[in-house]
């Protein structure tokens, strides 16, 4: 396994064109830093851009602006063949929806061992046998099992478990515990825990399920395609944009509409917001 990835993003920027001219601008100027071995949750409302921040991560979508390292490495000109490469070694990603990149045929061990004939061999012999990743990650009784048999929380488990088949210094998860009742959303995130305690994982996992936020130590709320505020140990921040710009709380939003005109006074270290009578 290799040791946690450090993630930098200064002012990613991602549009998808459209054909007939109405080009979708998903993210705005992504800024931050994700420390090797942290996890970090990824907040937000629907459409807010989190899943594309994801996929950029993972190196599936190439950013349009901005820069993007891992551990050092820019992805956003990084050729085919480096991609390539970085999706088989460097990144494990677990997609919504666990059954999408499992084969339900074939048992836990064959699934982990599938995505183990895509590393280069020279970098496969520093892996851990399928079976050797199961027992580490406390999963050893579905081993054996296919899993087309398997509940939705043993899957997800299985998922993350074959996400990591590749040996990666970065975990992605988008909505890991999405449909899943308690207890096996406490076991998802259990195992995600003992991934970052076990290998010293970087982990970034999209999620609009409190208890996730409630767990880690840093949560990042994605708004209007940035970061919109930071929570560190319970404590939230809004965080200030490329532009300038502080976002509203979200309390505020619908009193304070888009054109809302505010008195802004500078007062030291504090900042006070008037809004204009109408
Ligand atoms: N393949 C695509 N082509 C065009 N537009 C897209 C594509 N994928 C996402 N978008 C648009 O980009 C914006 C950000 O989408 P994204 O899926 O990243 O948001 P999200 O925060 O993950 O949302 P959700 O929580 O609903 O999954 C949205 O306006 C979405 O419609």
Redesign the pocket.
Known sequence: MSAGTEVVCEGVVHV?P?PSGDD?V?LRGVDLRVAPGERVALL??????????LALLGGLVRASAGSLRLDGAEVRTMDERALLRLRATGVGTVLQGPSRNLLPYATAEQNVALVQRAVPRSRRRGLLAPRDLLDALGLADLARRRLGALSGGELQRVAVAVALANGPGLLLADEPTSQLGTAHRTAVLDLVDRVCERFGTTVVV?T?DPGVAARWDRTLT?RDGRVGSEGRLGRDRAVVGPDGAVQLPDALRSAWPPGTRVEVVPDGDELRLRREAT
């Open positions: 998808y459209d979708v998903a937000g409302p629907s459409g807010a851009g989190k899943s594309t921040l999209v609009h994605i």
